[in-house]
């Protein structure tokens, strides 16, 4: 708690700013460089020898590496030759030397570590100065208040106010956009200040006005704030709208302002305006009788009057009045010429920028029209400080306005008192010293301490002087306080200190305001850091208050002595103690307690001795002083400790108590653990996988004494509460008491009785007992029996401590006791844990009931009691959780979709719903990418042990090993999958399992759409459900939640566009590529025709009963998807089938890449029908439909079909023709193509036998004679069929002949014996229209024969059929 410097910005580009600014300079000879700094050394060991000793060494003690070590590339200090000005809020700084500026910005940028840091950036560079030589002599940047309602105190925008050696002011943005310039005098500008409004601290204090004040060598400006405020604003309106739009120019309203010159003052360097003060009428009296002498007359009223204060020489200095209303203020037309003709302003703006120059007649021009400068009113000196030697060079105005700082060329700082007009204080040997202010208002929390409490709030005041000699920087209490912060900053730093805040607040719009301003920062060019000083206001206390002072110190001091890690345990030990002991104050003292008994590196010897002295030291004082809440701490402090060694102690002791376990009670659970043992030992398996956790969450990390004692509260019964904060800690606290019982390392009950001493309630210790147990699973899996009897005994002995079971507690109702062990093992999710620990509960649980039983009734009856019947069923629960959570932790194969193991409990299992448990099964079933038909097979084999499912291997020897392990690890997956479904019969029966994977399915396909194989497979798994009613609702439920949306924006992508639409404009429309659409549209199909074939079975089966297992039964959770799906309502079939047709029609354009408009393919009822809801009743397109239509449909089929045999013609060109392959399932070339046009044409009414004959041609043109020969059986027109074939044939034959490459002689032979008309017709075929024209002879020589055989003999063709069965016969036996 004391002073400090701490960094809050930093400066970027560095470097930049020095190279532009000095870019005109060239480095100095190395002489003159030696010789400053020989000049420097000789001046810092004059200052050392006046200044006295005793301070020194407070200096030496702070210091800390200086930052010059760094400077040895730099070259000499460039920036004490710059003017510097930083705005209050330290979002804007200016650094100008010169002609030329640099504004740099605030601006957030993450560190290495990530945090967030201020830095301050370049923005804007250029060059300032208009006129022919001067330069900039002064510069300050004021932040002005936003307007708005909403505004909180960060200001609107920041206004740079920069004075040149010519005497203009000029006003810029903060990108250095010129606002207005004023020329109110014609000597060089000296100094600029700023007052702006601060809020009264105390009723009768004079509330200032804000005003900008301007020093001229003889003269002084003041420009009321409110008017400068006022134009400011318009003018930068009046920038942005000229920007904008080049509007007009709007005269802003005029500066209202005074003008003083100042009499009676030799030279004026610097000054400060103090504002209005009125007199008291004392030294009113006293000031007319000097200045009137002894008949002079008194006013009534005593006037108001502004108060200057000027320093320099001749007299060093002075004090000038000027009385309210002696002197009216001048009205200056503001300047705008640069607004009015604006491009040229913005030009001029940046051709400083980018370095151009500007015409010189133009500059001419500017100097000709000079403005009128208003004379100044004089005022005269009303005293001063004579010292003729002395002259000031700078003087710093208090924030209170009372006091001010002033250096002099003597290297003395000197402090006035403004309302007496006398030095009061004087330092020496600060050459070239800076000075700032601050003000500390006292902390909230001191004011409880304090006297005064229901006073307004105290400020202390502080003077902060840097001595750039020294490199020092000292904070000085006021008036006449001691040095309370010295530090060791470097000789070339600037102590940047403005002295107003944000202009354009008043006492109504800062109400309720945060101002975020800094009072003093200190700016290092070397590092770019600006740091600002804090103080705490305890500092400024005087001696009889500066106990609480001494308090802070100490505890400082123990802090730090905390903080090392190298301090020995008894050094530390000594330090605390006699820290703690000195200490007076108690809340300090329990403070340093607090961060003692907090710390992680003290012992706990050492915690127990400084707190036990403390305690005793307490106790010795007079007991009406003592501080109560702080003895009962101590006291309750000592006992936590105490409780921390005595477990420590037992844990860590070698004698283990000979085991006297109730070998009675445990007779059962043997054969219990027997029985779930093969499942505990595959459970154990596959939880022991290896996984990452943090050496500090290891459940074996040592409990340090300061984390014990965190969780513990000493309640005022004397009893011991421990506090539950994060699960870990409350893991870590039961591990620390139980886990050596548990592993057999303890003694049980000498724990138990430790704890039971210390006041601990039985209920929280069985809490934390049930927390390691279920946490520490692992570990217990490996010894179960072990850990089984430890954790018995462990129960048994808290359930006899007093406290625990109620005596009153009736055998035939609940016992609360009990109960907290059932609902922590129906919460946990370490299933095997859980289970182990309802075995132990329900042995214990009998025991005791029977023991309260005999000792009743003394009768040879068992007891029957609810408290029994609870656990039978928890026990049950568990057994069954178990099983499921065993499935639910085997890993899935590698390259499925994977994610985390679902954990389950009987609480979430039971709030999951009736069908919670077969969610969470199908959830496995997708993340081990398991078949439907896979699943099917596991579901029989449950149903029919005797079915055997071995699959053929038949893989290389190499991959024999690899594959035996795969399958056998996949048949003991599904064992696991059977015998859980053995355990819940009614919860996962096939058709329930079957419907919650559909579900999952289509869930996942929704996520990732272009998964079209999780759509597919949520399409099998529902036609696997074997009930109508299952089906039909989750097919209902499934076409309107996710397929409907989808489908309807395919129809209309492909109706817009007309044809199959590509990749990109499906991604865009239906949300997947177009291949997953082809895919989609498939599954949409399969899903209607489920639908329909459901809707039709409904009526002839009757609706399943869904029930639960007996023991699950309390399930209140969601409705399982089957229980929705029985919920949902019929449905429309020819609407159904109307959706069907649609789906269809696309699937085939999509697979085909057909062009077709889908929707053109049926009338206005058949279009409005579409994507209505299934269940409702619509308008179908019935009776004979348009012939156009009819006709648009059979082309459309016909391309189907021609597109379909296209397909198997690429797949068998590569097989013989005389046997043709087996085609796949689905694709463009499915077997089921054919007969689903046939279906189709009877729907659309188009004549099945034109798609026939059609068929028929196209396979023989395609050259698939087999195929078309199984066709041609179902044509019923065989004559036009038969014409047809008969071009086909003497295309053939054309080619053959007459278009073949390798023409043989006895084709031409052969074609010279043909009849002529059969030549001529020959000739006039065109084979090229044949997709596969080289088919074998002998296939030819089928074809005219089936043509005979088709052909009746009375046809017109009949002679021509013969005449090629001729030639074909003739070429076959050339050949």
Same mark, same amino acid.
């Given at each position: ?246 509007? /007009? ?366 305690? /005793? ?555 209505? /809801? ?151 075929? /065109? ?49």
């Amino acid at each position: 708690m004391s002073c400090s410097l701490l960094e809050f910005c930093r400066l970027q580009e560095l470097k930049t700013v020095r190279d532009y600014l000095f870019q005109s300079q060239k480095s100095e000879p190395a002489g003159e460089k030696t010789q400053t700094e020989n000049e420097l050394s000789w001046d810092s060991a004059e200052w050392e020898s006046a200044w006295d000793g005793g301070d020194n060494k407070e200096e030496e003690a702070t210091s800390a590496p200086t930052v010059e070590e760094e400077t040895t590339g730099q070259s000499e200090p460039w920036m004490q030759d710059c003017v510097v000005s930083l705005s209050p809020c330290s979002d804007l700084l200016v650094v100008a030397r010169e002609q030329k500026a640099v504004f740099l910005s605030a601006k957030w940028r993450s560190d290495e570590s990530g945090r967030e840091e201020m830095t301050l950036a370049v923005t804007w560079t250029g060059v300032l100065s208009t006129d022919e030589g001067e330069c900039v002599n002064s510069s300050i940047c004021i932040p002005l208040a936003s307007q708005k309602r909403s505004s909180t105190g960060r200001p609107d925008w920041t206004c740079v106010v920069v004075g040149f050696s010519s005497g203009y002011v000029r006003f810029y943005t903060e990108n250095g956009v010129l606002l207005l310039a004023q020329l109110l005098h014609e000597d060089p500008v000296l100094r600029l200040k700023c007052r702006t409004y601060e809020i009264p601290r105390h009723p009768g204090v004079t509330e200032q006005h804000e005003e900008l004040s301007i020093l001229y060598p003889a003269a002084l400006v003041t420009i009321d704030g409110f008017s400068l405020f006022q134009s400011l604003r318009a003018c930068r309106n009046q920038v942005a709208r000229a920007a904008a739009a080049g509007s /007009d120019v709007i005269q802003p309203p005029p500066l209202a302002y005074k003008k003083w010159g100042l009499q009676d003052m030799d030279t004026i360097v610097d000054h400060s305006s103090v504002g209005i003060m009125t007199l008291c009428v004392f030294d009113q009296m006293k000031n007319a009788s000097i200045l009137g002498g002894f008949n002079a007359s008194v006013k009534g009223s005593p006037p108001a009057m502004s108060q200057y204060i000027t320093v320099g020489g001749g007299p060093y200095t002075g004090f000038y009045y000027a009385v309210e209303g002696s002197s009216q203020p001048l009205l200056s037309h503001v300047a705008l010429a640069v607004a009015s003709k604006l491009t040229s302003a913005l030009f001029s703006a940046a051709s400083g920028w980018l370095g151009w120059n500007k015409n010189k007649s133009e500059e001419e021009a500017v100097q000709k029209q000079k403005p009128k400068v208003e004379a100044a009113t004089p005022l005269g000196i009303r005293f001063g400080l004579p010292d003729s030697r002395r002259h000031g060079e700078s003087i710093c105005l208090s924030p209170c306005n009372t006091l001010a700082g002033v250096t002099d060329d003597f290297g003395r700082v000197t402090l006035l008192d403004l309302a007496r007009g006398i030095a009061i204080r004087m330092w020496k040997g600060y050459r070239d010293a800076q000075l700032g202010w601050l003000q500390v208002p006292e902390e909230r929390g001191d004011r409880e301490f304090s006297p005064s409490a229901s006073l307004p709030r105290r400020h202390a005041l502080f003077l902060v002087i840097y001595a750039p000699r020294r490199g020092i920087l000292e904070v000085w209490a006021m008036q006449h306080g001691p040095r309370v912060g010295a530090f060791t900053v470097g000789k070339h730093c600037r102590l940047l200190y403005a002295g107003y805040r944000l202009m354009g607040v008043n006492s109504v719009t800062s109400q309720g305001w945060q101002l975020h301003t800094q009072q003093v920062c200190l700016l290092d060019p070397i590092t770019g850091a600006l740091r600002t000083v804090n103080i705490p206001f305890h500092l400024a206390l005087s001696d009889k208050k500066s106990e609480r002072a001494k308090d802070m110190h100490l505890l400082k001091r123990l802090t730090t002595i905390l903080r090392s890690r190298e301090v020995e345990p008894d050094i530390l030990e000594q330090e605390a103690k006699s820290v703690l002991l000195d200490i007076k104050h108690p809340a300090i003292k329990k403070q340093a307690l607090d961060s003692l008994l907090s710390n992680k590196n003290a012992p706990v010897s050492c915690l127990t001795n400084v707190t036990s002295a403390l305690y /005793d030291a307490l106790k010795q004082q007079d007991p009406e002083e003592v501080d109560t809440p702080l003895l009962e701490l101590c006291s309750s402090q000592l006992k936590l400790l105490q409780l921390y060694t005595d477990i420590q102690n037992l844990h860590s002791a070698a004698d283990i108590e000979a085991s006297s376990t109730n070998q009675d009670s445990l007779e059962g659970i043997e054969e219990e653990l027997s029985r779930v043992g093969p499942t505990l030992q595959r459970y154990a398996q596959l939880t022991s996988r290896p996984s990452v956790s943090f050496a500090q969450d290891s459940p074996d990390s040592h409990l340090p004494a300061q984390a014990f004692i965190s969780q513990m509260e000493c309640m005022e019964s004397g009893e011991l509460k421990v506090i539950r904060t994060s699960e870990t800690e409350w893991n870590h606290l039961g591990n620390f008491m139980f886990w050596g019982c548990l592993c057999g390392k303890s003694p049980l009950h000498k724990v138990c009785d430790t704890l039971q001493q210390a006041g601990i309630s039985p209920q929280q210790l069985l809490s934390l007992l049930l927390s390691v147990w279920l946490q520490r699973e692992k570990e217990m899996l490996q010894k179960p029996e072990e850990t089984v009897k430890n954790l018995h005994t462990l129960l048994i002995a808290l359930s006899n401590m007093k406290g625990a079971v109620e005596e009153s507690w009736d055998t035939q109702s609940i016992s609360p006791w009990w109960q907290q062990v059932r609902c922590t093992c129906i919460q946990s999710h370490n299933a095997a844990a859980a289970l182990l620990a309802a075995f132990v509960a329900h042995r214990a649980t009998k025991a005791s009931i029977t023991s309260r039983a005999d000792s009743k009734l003394q009768s040879e009856w068992e007891a029957v009691s609810l408290e029994l019947e609870q656990w039978v069923v928890c026990v049950r629960q568990l057994e069954d959780v178990l099983v499921l959570q065993t499935l639910l932790l085997v890993p899935p194969p590698q390259g499925a979709a994977g994610g985390a193991a679902a954990q389950c409990s009987i609480k979430t299992l039971l709030e999951g719903g009736t069908g919670g448990i077969a969610d969470s099964v199908s959830k496995w079933v997708f993340r081990h990418n398991l078949a439907p038909e896979r699943l099917k097979e596991i579901l029989q084999k449950k149903e029919d042990k005797d079915a055997d499912d071995k699959l053929e291997q038949t893989t290389g020897e190499e991959q024999k090993k690899q594959e035996e392990k795969s399958q056998e690890d996949a048949d003991r997956t599904a064992e696991l999958l059977v015998a859980v479904c053995q355990r819940f019969p009614h919860s996962l029966s096939p058709d329930l399992l079957f419907a919650h994977c559909c579900w999952e399915y289509v869930v996942q396909w929704n996520k990732d759409p272009e998964e079209g194989r999780y759509l597919s497979w949520a399409v099998e798994h529902l036609k696997l459900v074997s009930s109508p009613h299952i089906q039909l609702g989750i097919s209902t439920m499934m076409w309107s939640t996710f397929i409907v949306k989808r489908l309807s924006a395919a129809a209309f992508l492909m109706e817009k566009v007309g044809k199959s639409p590509k990749d990109r404009l499906c991604r865009r429309d239906v949300g997947m590529g177009d291949k997953a659409v082809t895919s989609f549209l498939g599954c949409c199909v399969q899903l209607l025709q489920i639908l329909m074939e459901a809707d039709s079975a409904v009526e002839e089966v009757p609706a399943p009963e869904l029930s639960v297992e007996e023991v699950w039964f309390g399930a209140d959770g969601p409705a399982s998807i089957a229980e929705l799906a029985l919920e949902q309502r019929g449905v429309h079939y020819p609407l159904v089938q109307h959706h069907c047709l649609l789906a269809s029609l696309l699937h085939a354009a999509m697979t085909f890449s057909l062009k077709v408009k889908p929707l053109s393919l049926f009338d206005s009822k058949g279009k409005n029908a579409f994507f209505r /809801d299934l269940t409702s009743i619509q308008l179908m397109p019935s009776g004979v439909m348009d012939p156009g239509l009819v006709s648009i449909r059979q082309e459309f089929l016909l391309r189907v079909l021609t597109g379909w045999v296209q397909a198997i013609g690429d797949t068998s060109s590569s097989t013989s023709g005389t046997r043709s392959p087996p085609l796949p399932s689905n694709g463009p070339n499915a077997d089921w193509w054919p007969s689903l046009c046939q279906e189709l044409s009877a729907l659309l009414q188009v004549n099945p036998d034109i798609l026939k004959r059609h068929l028929v041609c196209e396979l023989y043109n395609q050259g698939l004679d087999l195929r078309a020969e199984e066709v041609m059986l179902e044509v019923e027109d065989k004559d036009v069929l038969g014409s047809q074939l008969l071009v086909l044939t003497g295309q053939r034959l054309s080619y053959s002949l007459l278009h073949s490459q390798s023409q043989t002689q006895a084709a031409m032979e052969l074609l010279a014996r043909l009849p002529p008309t059969l030549c001529t017709w020959l000739k006039a075929m /065109d084979p090229s229209e044949l997709r596969c024209p080289l088919v074998p002879l002998s296939q030819t020589s089928r074809l005219v024969s089936r043509l005979i055989e088709i052909l009746p003999e009375n046809h017109a063709q009949y002679s021509l059929a013969l005449h090629l069965l001729e030639a074909v016969e003739a070429l076959t036996t050339e050949d």
